[in-house]
Every structure is written in structure tokens, then in C-alpha cells.
């Protein structure tokens, strides 16, 4: 029986570049930095808060997972900033938007009102993009 997810993927145009971005601007911290292979270099973040739940740092690459042809599809669809989605929770929606952009990140929505609490919506460096949420 599954108990819990302990990995998600966010595929990014450049690793170095999400390290710096994720670790420098967002604080998370690094899980694991660490060539698996001559080409696979396996980069793990987490949040001090949820040390269990890594995300996974991948930029595609034909080789072990994927062909050249794949390769470059993936990172069509990366430029067009639709790939990546996923949702951080902060129990200070306003004061962390503040904090954030003064960090240089780029924010697509300010803090508003949604039903289910204070949204605002920012993209990395990749194109990847993340509502920003204080639940109710």
C-alpha cells in the first residue's frame, strides 16, 4: 500500500541555474547533489519544514531517460512556460510576495482573495510556475 509521495520533478532549462534560484530566492535547502551517472546529475531541494518531500531538479538530457527527439520536445514545451505547475504554502501570503520580489522573482499575479485563501502566482527561471498560497 503507498503511504506518502517523497518526490516530485520539476524539469529545468539549467541546473546550476535552479540551484541558485530555489536555494538563493526561494530557501530551500539542498537534499542531495550528487552525479549518478558520466551525464545524470541528481539534485534534490526540500524545505526546512517538509525535509521528507524532495523535489527533484532535472534538466532533460537524451541518455538514460530520454532520446534526443524527446529531449528537445520537452524543452519546446518548457520555453512555452506551460510544463511545470505546483502550489507552496506560507502562512504570510503578503509578507512573503514582498520578500520574494525583492529577490528578483518574477511575479505573474499579486496577493488576491480566492476561496480558498491568498493566492499570488510566480514563475523560476525555467518557466516553471507556482501559486503561492496562505490557506484559509
Partial sequence: MIRKMSHATIFVNNQ??????????????????????????????????????????????????????????????MQKGVLGAGVFNTDDCHGTYEELKAKGVQFLSPPSERPYGIEAVFKDNSGNWFSLTQPR
Fill in 16 to 77: 546550476n541555474e535552479a540551484l541558485e534560484f530555489y536555494r538563493d530566492k526561494l530557501g530551500f535547502r539542498v537534499h542531495t547533489d550528487a552525479m549518478v551517472a558520466e551525464e545524470f546529475r541528481w539534485l534534490t531541494m526540500c524545505t526546512n519544514d517538509q525535509p521528507d518531500f524532495q523535489i527533484i531538479l532535472l534538466e532533460p538530457k537524451p541518455g538514460m531517460m530520454m532520446d534526443e527527439e524527446t529531449t528537445q520536445q520537452l524543452r519546446a514545451v
